[in-house]
T-cell receptor
Framework: DGGITQSPKYLFRKEGQNVTLSCEQN?????MYWYRQDPGQGLRLIYY???????QKGDIAEGYSVSREKKESFPLTVTSAQKNPTAFYLC????????????FGEGSWLTVV | GQNIDQPTEMTATEGAIVQINCTYQ??????LFWYQQHAGEAPTFLSY????GLEEKGRFSSFLSRSKGYSYLLLKELQMKDSASYLC?????????FGSGTKLNVKP
């Protein structure tokens, strides 16, 4: 089945540790996104990519890094520089053409311990 | 920059009609999406407006006025399963902006 797969679903990070969240899509979508959602809040854009080997910072990119080496993959690394990383992380993708909706993965819960 | 305003929370009765408003100011605009999000889950697509006017999809309708920077989502014949958050998302060239969402509580 086509879709977006995020892993892991739940992740615990120790202080000072980097962690990487995986996002894979088999929808042949050009654009991919990472959002962060804090409890009771909306979605805030971390990074997005419209084409392989290119990506742009969103509104809250500090403390995060991404890569887009393949069309289907857009991993997000939460670095130790991100001081408050506990949140729900959502990966999404959309076709390149304007007016198409964005499709979400099931999300990853990251907790600092 | 972008500014998106929605009411934080609303309560309505099963079988009733509810309207969730959204005002927005964004740098560029190509359309507006509405999403439903149940607690702890990913958002799911509800509707999309690119031109002014009303779009109807079953029990859900969405309205857009681009000149006023205003949209609303109308939910008819409310069901208990409609209890969720509803996110307004203006869109600009493959970049989606999300409001904080309106939490809708449907009571029997």
């Amino acid at each position: 089945d086509g879709g977006i797969t995020q892993s892991p679903k739940y992740l615990f990070r120790k202080e000072g540790q980097n962690v990487t969240l995986s996002c894979e899509q088999n929808l042949n979508h050009d654009a991919m996104y990472w959002y962060r959602q804090d409890p009771g809040q909306g979605l805030r854009l971390i990074y997005y990519s419209q084409i392989v080997n290119d990506f742009q910072k969103g509104d809250i990119a500090e403390g995060y890094s991404v890569s887009r080496e393949k069309k289907e993959s857009f991993p997000l690394t939460v670095t130790s520089a991100q001081k408050n990383p506990t949140a729900f992380y959502l990966c999404a993708s959309s076709p390149k053409s304007s007016g198409n909706t964005i499709y979400f993965g099931e999300g990853s819960w990251l907790t600092v311990v | 920059g972008q500014n998106i305003d929605q009411p934080t929370e609303m309560t309505a009765t099963e079988g009733a009609i509810v309207q969730i408003n959204c005002t927005y100011q964004t740098s560029g605009f190509n359309g507006l999406f509405w999403y439903q999000q149940h607690a702890g889950e990913a958002p799911t697509f509800l509707s999309y407006n690119v031109l002014d006017g009303l779009e109807e999809k079953g029990r859900f309708s969405s309205f857009l006025s681009r000149s006023k920077g205003y949209s609303y989502l109308l939910l008819k014949e409310l069901q208990m399963k409609d209890s969720a958050s509803y996110l307004c998302a203006p869109y600009n060239f493959n970049k989606f902006y999300f409001g904080s969402g309106t939490k809708l509580n449907v009571k029997p």
